[in-house]
T-cell receptor, first 114, second 111 residues
Framework: EAQVTQNPRYLITVTGKKLTVTCSQN?????MSWYRQDPGLGLRQIYY???????DKGDVPEGYKVSRKEKRNFPLILESPSPNQTSLYFC?????????????FGDGTRLSIL | DAKTTQPPSMDCAEGRAANLPCNHS???????VYWYRQIHSQGPQYIIH???NNETNEMASLIITEDRKSSTLILPHATLRDTAVYYC????????????FGTGTRLTIIP
């Protein structure tokens, strides 16, 4: 089944403890992206990647890192998490960066930073 | 990116067609109209997209006006599982595929 898989689905942790949220897709998609969703603010893009080893900042990249060493994986790294990074996170992928290719989303990761 | 305007909420009786409008009067020639929905806090689910012509797939139909300034998403036989927030988005034909989700329409299917 074609899908975008995020792990973990839920995580409660403490300020400053490094964490990684993994994202994997099995559709051979070139484009991958991370979003966060907060009440009243909609989905905001954190980082995106147009292909392997090509990443760029989205609208809210501060406090996050990403890497794209393999086509299928696009982990989101919080080096020193803070409470303002408590949010619902979504990974998405699409065949390419072209606008006629729909993005497909994972089921989300709910992070709580205490 | 062009902005979209959607009604904040709508109700539809189960089994009837749900027609969700979207206004995108500033859309430019190379921008696509996309529809997604989000059920509770699940990941947004892609429904359908189009550029100029009307489109239909197994989930829905998309009707785009000739001037492309508005569109309507049609769920032909709404079920309770179609209760969700529906987002209409316009996106350029190429470049960073960032999706800008507005507030959407909260569709409630009434038994």
């Amino acid at each position: 089944e074609a899908q975008v898989t995020q792990n973990p689905r839920y995580l409660i942790t403490v300020t400053g403890k490094k964490l990684t949220v993994t994202c994997s897709q099995n559709m051979n998609h070139e484009y991958m992206s991370w979003y966060r969703q907060d009440p009243g603010l909609g989905l905001r893009q954190i980082y995106y990647s147009m292909n392997v080893e090509v990443t760029d900042k989205g609208d809210v990249p501060e406090g996050y890192k990403v890497s794209r060493k393999e086509k299928r994986n696009f982990p989101l790294i919080l080096e020193s998490p803070s409470p303002n990074q408590t949010s619902l996170y979504f990974c998405a992928s699409s065949l390419s960066f072209r606008g006629n290719q729909p993005q497909h989303f994972g089921d989300g990761t709910r992070l709580s930073i205490l | 990116d062009a902005k979209t305007t959607q009604p904040p909420s709508m109700d539809c009786a189960e089994g009837r067609a749900a027609n969700l409008p979207c206004n995108h009067s500033t859309i430019s020639g190379n921008e696509y109209v996309y529809w997604y929905r989000q059920i509770h806090s699940q990941g947004p689910q892609y429904i359908i997209h189009g550029l100029k012509n009307n489109e239909t797939n197994e989930m829905a139909s998309l009707i785009i006006t000739e001037d492309r300034k508005s569109s309507t998403l049609i769920l032909p036989h709404a079920t309770l599982r179609d209760t969700a927030v529906y987002y209409c988005i316009v996106r350029p034909g190429f470049g960073n595929e960032k999706l800008t989700f507005g507030t959407g329409t909260r569709l409630t299917i009434i038994p």
